[in-house]
Structure formats: C-alpha cells, structure tokens
C-alpha cells in the first residue's frame, strides 16, 4: 500500500560558433560520461536543523496529542491480536478503538532505537538511519509511468528494473527505495517477488520491502535470509518498510499485518499518517501536527509490543489540498511548516524521521514541477529529516514516475549533499594566500588557489545549461527535460550490474518459482 494508492497522483551562427559548441558539448559529456560519477555515502548533515516552534508550542501539540489518544484513541481495525496486546500493555479497548492511559506509548518507545545501520548487501553502501544522518530514496507507488518516448502510460516490471537501474547508478541516492512503479502486467499476488527481486539483483544499495499483505512482508523477510543469511537478518535491519496510518486515527489490517511481521524480524518500520489537510486532518498547522503525533505514538508503540528494540521511524507525508477542487497541492508554505513541526517532535521522541521529498502536482517536468520540488525537497533537509521517501522521479501528484524527472531531481540531490556539508573553515577554505596574491583590483581566475581548487569548488550539474544563447542555440535548442531524457538513456545503456554471487542469485529464482506455482494468478 502506497502513499499514493491510499488517497484514491549565434548570432553568428558560423563554422566557428558551431564547433566551439560542438567542443563544448563533447567536453560537458566527457565530464560527466557515459554514466554517472561514483556512489556517494549517506548524507551526514553539518548544517543546523531550521525549526519553527517554540517550547510552548510543543508542549501544546503535545500536551493535545495526549487527549486524543486517552480520550478519542486510535482504532485497530480487524486485528484481534493487536487488541489483545493493548490490553494486556494497560489500554483501555473498546471494541475495535484503542485509548491509551497518559504517557503509555512514550513509556513503550524508549526501547525503540535513536539511530541503527540500514545494511545492504554491498557494506561500502550500507546507510545510518537516524542523528545527522540523510537518506534519499526514489519515488514511491505511481501506477503510471511517463517513458522516455514521452507517453504516459501504465507501468511495467521493465520500468520497475530500469528505474532500480538509474537509482544505483545515481551518485546522492542512498537507496533504490521500494514501489518504485506498480508493475501492472505482472498479477498483484505475485509482483512483490519480481520488485524485491529485481532491488537484490539490479542494485547493491539498501531497499524496502513489500507492505501490500502480511504474506508479502514474509516473502520479503525470506528473501532477504536468502541473501543476508537468518542470523543476520533476525539482529541486523536490512529493509525499510512503509507502514501508512489510514488517516484519521486508523490502522486497518494490512498495515498492522505488515507492522506485525517487520518488527518481529527486527525490520524497520516507517510509520507514516498519510495527511492531505483538510480531507484526512484540520485545516491548520496545529491540528494536523497534533492528530499526526498520535498517530505515529500509537503506531510506532505497537512495534515495541512486538518486539522490543525493533527499529521505528516517526514518519509523515503532508500536503494540502485545492478547497476548491479537493486536488492535492504540493510546495506550499503549510505542509512544510507541517513537516518542520514533525522534525522537532521526532526529535523529542528520541525516533529517527521521515517526510518530504520532491513532490509536486505538474504533469510533466515544467516550471511548475521545479518549483513544487525545490519548496519540498530544500524544506526536507533543512528540517532534518533522515530517511526521505520520493526523492528522485515524482510527478503528478505521485500518480506517475517520471523518467525525466527523476534525473533532473537526482540532479539537485546532488546540490543537496553539497549543502549539507555546511561550510569548511579550514585553512584551503580561508584562501588568504589567494588573497594576498591577487591583491585590490585585479581577478582570481588564474591564482594558485584557484587552479587547485576550480575542479570542486563548485557542484557542477549535468543537466543545467549556463552557457551562451549562442552555444545553447548552435547545440540544438535543448530544454532539460531533452537532456535529462538523454542522460536517462546513457545511463541505461552504460549500466553494469553489481556482483552477486550466482547461487545466492539461483536460490531467489528457486523460492520466486516455488511460491508462483503455488498460487494462481490474482489481477485485484
């Protein structure tokens, strides 16, 4: 269950001036290659968390989250066990509602991790959830794709590997993530175990697992014994999974199943109200905040009653929604004070935390798709956020993975990870000596300072154009989403699959085959 499928998406134009643009572009290509430049690690934040309430405020939303949990509470929804647990932790259940005595699913989470290692297969990948640390991850759950011929259409399980692909070749994402496309030709029962499959075979970087049924979680658990070994897997966190409330104030059946599963394994789960405001919460900032921190205390306490110790995250996804049409917004002002709420009280709760992304409601990669994700993804990192879901590759409200669009947006994670590296105050930085050589008046272009710094001073993008109209226009008149569909396109045709050992490889396709055939094909 995705976040997206719970809520329903020159001058001169001469032999000169045209091989000097011919140069430039060979020079801009073998700079960045045919594929991408080397993995980066995880991201380790030097720069101060932005946050927007005070003590009071906090203690408000805290203080209001408290009374609805002892005095609305939170419903279960068609899990008797559950139930039964609450109660013998101390809850009061009422049928299927839960109320929770002050202070209960504080007490639980303090056995819930600040921070744990995310493992993949492939250590040199493996990534901090929690502190300092920042995770992209790509796009999550859209059932379309829009393709590099420029159609949109359904996805497939090509898609799906193809975009695995462009996530582990993709130098500032930390994870090829989970749904990255719903695959709709392979049957619904059976295209969790092509989707984590293809996350073991195509990439060697940390990957989430299948949430759509408890049964599905346990393929996931499986395969991933196959590759770790069980030892590993029962005292090691190796999937991320994404457990959504049913907002406002439910769990249902299949998100506490997965939960169940995941945390019994050791598994982290990522408990995350799915909050358009105004449909699934209040209008206002307060109330959202506050409805969300219940949701997640109940949530993430019930992994403890699981099993304690079981890595959890404090997660969100927040957007508005057109009170005219009932469409959701992205990008505007009041879900990012949502999220920088959330930060701080995750924060406080000791839980590493999830929101954001690079969200917008555009159909295709424009202006307005830049702008929508720009707002989101500089408010995620500013908040502090630690594992951010839909980082590369969303458009139309998640309806649709974006080809284009997940290479502009890989792009700007990349200006994301030179961000958060905060300033450098060592004696190279302070360039006195670039000073007293240049002196008043003159430039530093061609100072010693310069010369040995000019190759990463500055974050350089592949897809931006800073040239000249005249170059730009002798080059074919391109607009990124023509050279992000290229760079799409060389990437997919230099990639090269990460190692895997072929009979770790031949015992996936064993259990694959062996639970297919022991089911028929399922399409709803």
């Not at 502009?408 to 050589?437: F, H, P, T, Y």
């Not at 001073?457 to 990124?480: C, H, M, T």
């Amino acid at each position: 269950m995705s976040d997206v499928t719970e809520r329903g998406a020159v001058e001169g134009g001469g032999r000169r001036a045209r091989g000097e643009g011919r140069g430039a572009a060979a020079r801009r290509a073998s700079r960045t290659g045919g594929g991408p430049g080397p993995s980066l690690p995880y991201i380790q934040r030097k720069i101060r968390e932005y946050e927007v309430l005070d003590e009071e405020g906090l203690q408000l939303i805290e203080r209001n989250a408290d009374r609805i949990l002892e005095e609305i509470g939170i419903e279960f929804r068609d899990d008797a066990e559950a139930l039964e647990l609450w109660k013998a932790a101390g809850a009061d259940v009422r049928g299927e509602r839960v109320h929770f005595p002050k202070g209960l699913c504080r007490e639980l989470l303090k056995t819930a991790p600040k921070e744990f290692t995310w493992h993949a297969r492939n250590p040199e990948r493996n990534a901090q959830i929690g502190g300092k640390a920042t995770v992209f991850a790509p796009v999550y759950g859209p059932p379309f794709v829009r393709d590099l011929e420029g159609n949109r259409r359904y996805a497939t399980i090509e898609d799906f590997r193809s975009f695995v692909k462009l996530a582990y070749m993709a130098p500032s994402i930390h994870s090829s993530g989970g749904t990255v496309c719903e695959p709709v030709d392979v049957p619904v029962n059976k295209r969790h175990l092509d989707m984590v499959y293809s996350h073991i075979r195509y990439s060697d970087k940390p990957f989430m697992g299948s949430v759509t049924a408890p049964e599905r979680a346990e393929d996931t658990v499986a395969m991933a014994k196959i590759l770790f070994g069980d030892d590993f897997v029962e005292n090691n966190t190796v999937t991320l999974n994404l457990i959504n409330a049913n907002s406002p104030m439910v769990f249902d059946e299949t998100m506490l199943g997965a939960a169940k599963v995941y945390a019994r394994h050791n598994q982290a789960c990522v408990v995350s109200p799915f909050i358009l405001s105004g449909a699934m919460s209040p209008v206002t900032v307060v109330g959202t905040l506050t409805q969300i921190l219940a949701e997640v205390l109940a949530g993430a306490s019930f992994t403890q009653l699981i099993r304690k110790g079981a890595p959890v995250l404090f997660g969100t996804f927040a957007a508005s929604i057109s009170m005219q049409s009932g469409a959701p917004t992205f990008g505007t002002p009041e879900p990012s004070l949502v999220s920088y709420g959330a930060a701080q009280l995750a924060r406080r709760l000791g839980l590493p935390f999830r929101t954001g992304g690079s969200l917008c409601g555009s159909k295709v990669p424009d202006a307005q798709a830049a702008h929508e994700s720009a707002n989101t993804l500089n408010m995620t990192l500013l908040a502090g956020t630690n594992f951010v879901l839909h980082a590369a590759g969303w458009l139309e409200g998640g309806l649709v993975s974006s080809y284009e669009k997940f290479m502009i947006d890989q792009d700007q994670l990349g200006m994301m990870q030179k961000m958060a590296e905060g300033v450098d105050l060592s004696e190279n930085a302070q360039a006195l000596e670039a000073i007293r050589e240049v002196g008043p008046g003159s430039h530093y272009l061609g100072c010693a300072h310069t010369q040995a710094n000019f190759q990463t001073a500055f974050y350089r993008s592949p897809l931006a154009d800073n040239n000249s109209f005249e170059q730009w226009e002798v080059e074919g008149e391109k607009r990124i989403e023509q050279r992000a569909n290229a760079l799409a396109r060389s990437w997919l045709e230099h990639y090269e699959a990460p190692y895997l050992d072929p009979a770790i490889d031949e015992a996936l396709k064993e259990y694959i085959a062996k639970r297919k055939d022991s089911m028929p094909d399922a399409f709803t």
